[in-house]
Structure formats: structure tokens, C-alpha cells
């Protein structure tokens, strides 16, 4: 496995990669790798002749300048992981090898239909212009045939998708496939997330219940309204000590508004557990 920090390094691996028509499968991810990205690599490890996987702290998603510098970072560990799961090329660049100066001050803008003002791109103004300001670049540089991307985020896959399909973009990216992998959860429910590295032990029981009411609430999805079971999500996961929850929306999957019905539904919620933030979702 190659460790890759420029870009000039990257677009001459790249160009020797389409040169002998091998298949490119691209993971794009900001680090402290665990099983959940793990599965995205092994799927594009298998799909494809050569996987690449970015690993990189993207600054411009970031609009809260402490979750930023909290984000935990571990590049050897990474990178041990990624050559066991047989990953070929590892891109991580410095946030000035990525952008310029006037790129990391000037707000990258994009038109997502819509799907950036609710839930995510309500909460975190600007969030999903810096993700697609990183994916686009990533695509132009990797030319990926196939990129794969995590359920647990599942407003950015939407987003992504709607990038690639139907923005200006599409054409841009040629026959370039958006592959989504479902959520990797421990074996308590708890989705894994790269921010649980900051929750102590007692934190980590505690978001149990965030799952846990998850789960619970495909039942009570049986014989109550939607608008009934978000309440009772919200106050359950709230009844218990030490979380807090920002929004709990159920939504129709493919236009991310909220619906009334539950075809076709996913609730996504957002919970503070201490000082971290989580994100979690199901399908009904
Ligand atoms: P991140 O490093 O958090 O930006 O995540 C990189 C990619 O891994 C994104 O596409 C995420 O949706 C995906 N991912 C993160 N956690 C999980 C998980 N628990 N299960 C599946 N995919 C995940």
C-alpha cells in the first residue's frame, strides 16, 4: 500500500491506473478509521481493481472550530488498518496541499435542491458545501468508476447522489457510480462513529440508548402516527440522563422532507451525549 500526500503524486499514480484500464473504487473518508469505513473499503477493495481511500480532515465542513481541532486524528493506525483490508493507495494531504488560502476563506457554493435545508445542512450552515467542495475535488483528482459512501451519513449520500445525477456536474464525472453501504453498529447497536473515540466509558452506555430507541420505535411505528412516534423518540431518548436530542425528523428517503406516512421513511436523529455530537438513522 502507498501513502500518497500531493496531488502531483496522486494524478501520476492515477494516470498510470487508467493507462492499464484498472478500475478505480474511490473511499473517501476523514480518519480515525473503525469497522464502519472498514466495510466501505473492503466492498471497493472487491468491486474494483484498485481502491483508493482518502483520508482527510476536511476544514471547510467544519463549522465549529473546536469540533474541529477535537476530531480525533491517527494516520499510522489508519493506515495499518487500510494495508490489512488490502487498500493500494492511502491520499492524505495537508489542508494547504488541498486548497488555497483564498479557497479555505471563500464559501463554496452549491445548489442541492433543497436537500441541505433541513436537518444536517439546518444545524451546521455551510457543512454540506464543504463536503461536496472536498468530494468534487477528490472526484476530479481520483476519477473513481465507483464511490462509496456510508448510510449513517445518509443526508450527504443523498446530497452526493443528487451531485453526481443531477447538477451541472453529471457528464463531469462520466459513468462515475454512487455506492451506498449500510450502517456498521457494535454489537449493542451503537452506530460506530469516529467521535465515540471522545466519549468516556459511562458516556458510551449512555448513548446506548439512542439505538435502542431507534429500534424500538419500528414497533411503535405499527400503530402510531409519524408525528407520534418522532414525539415519543425525542422524549424517550431525552428522559435519560446526559443526552440531549437536536432534532429527531422522519423524512421520505429520496427527497428528505418530512412525510406523514411511514413508505419509504427514514428517521435520522441527532443527539448530544456530553459534549459530542452523534448522528444515527433507521429505515421504516
Ligand atoms: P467520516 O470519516 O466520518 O467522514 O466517514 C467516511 C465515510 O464512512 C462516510 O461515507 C461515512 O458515512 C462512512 N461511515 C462512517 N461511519 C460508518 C458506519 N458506522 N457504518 C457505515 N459507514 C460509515
Not at 448513548?207 to 424517550?236: M, N, P, Y
Request: aromatic fraction near 8%.
Amino acid at each position: 500500500m502507498q501513502i500518497i500526500t500531493t496531488k502531483k503524486e496522486l494524478l501520476a499514480v492515477v494516470k498510470a491506473c487508467k493507462q492499464e484500464r484498472k478500475t478505480i473504487g474511490l473511499v473517501p473518508t476523514m480518519g480515525a478509521l473503525h469497522e464502519g469505513h472498514a466495510s466501505l473499503v473492503k466492498r471497493a477493495v472487491a468491486e474494483n481493481n484498485v481502491c483508493f481511500v482518502s483520508v482527510f480532515v476536511n476544514p471547510t465542513q467544519f463549522n465549529n472550530k473546536e469540533d474541529l481541532e477535537k476530531y480525533p486524528r491517527n494516520i499510522n493506525r489508519d493506515a495499518e488498518l487500510l494495508s490489512s483490508i488490502g487498500a493500494d493507495f492511502v491520499f492524505a494531504p495537508t489542508p494547504e496541499e488541498m486548497y488555497s488560502q483564498e479557497e479555505m476563506s471563500t464559501t463554496f457554493q452549491f445548489d442541492f435542491a433543497g436537500l441541505d435545508q433541513v436537518m444536517e445542512g439546518k444545524m451546521r450552515p455551510g457543512h454540506f458545501n464543504g463536503v461536496v467542495q472536498v468530494v468534487s475535488r477528490l472526484f476530479y483528482l481520483v476519477q473513481p468508476d465507483k464511490a462509496y459512501f456510508g448510510e449513517k451519513d445518509f443526508q450527504q449520500l443523498a446530497i452526493i447522489h443528487h451531485m453526481v445525477e443531477r447538477s451541472s456536474m453529471a457528464g463531469t464525472f462520466g459513468k462515475l457510480q454512487i455506492i451506498g453501504c449500510p450502517i456498521v453498529r457494535e454489537k449493542s447497536g451503537l452506530a460506530l462513529s469516529s467521535r465515540n473515540e471522545r466519549l468516556s466509558p459511562e458516556e458510551k452506555e449512555t448513548a446506548l440508548a439512542i439505538s435502542k430507541t431507534l429500534f424500538e420505535s419500528l414497533k411503535w411505528a405499527k400503530s402510531a402516527s409519524v408525528a407520534e412516534v418522532q414525539q415519543r423518540v425525542i422524549d424517550t431518548i431525552n428522559a435519560v440522563e446526559g443526552l440531549e436530542v437536536e432534532y429527531y425528523e422522519i423524512v421520505d428517503q429520496t427527497t428528505l422532507l418530512p412525510t406523514n406516512t411511514f413508505d419509504h421513511a427514514i428517521g435520522c436523529v441527532t443527539v448530544y451525549c456530553g459534549p459530542v455530537r452523534l448522528i444515527d438513522n433507521i429505515k421504516y
